[in-house]
């Protein structure tokens, strides 16, 4: 068997087996394509909307 390649996850950096089917549909954003779980991917959905503020 093929050893599946992983990515660092975007928040903490821990290596992770990106979803295949996920980053393969390219209608919609998957959480699995960036982060390790759901509680990184939280946080990299919030450094994304918080980058996207208008600066004051």
């Known amino acids: 068997m093929a050893d599946k390649v992983q990515k660092p996850c975007k928040i903490c950096g821990k290596p992770f087996i990106p ?30 909307e918080a980058s996207r503020q208008p600066k004051s």
């Open 19 to 48: 979803c295949a089917d996920c980053a393969k549909d390219k209608t919609m954003f998957h959480w699995k394509r960036v982060a390790c779980s759901q509680e990184c991917a939280r946080k990299y959905f919030a450094k994304v």
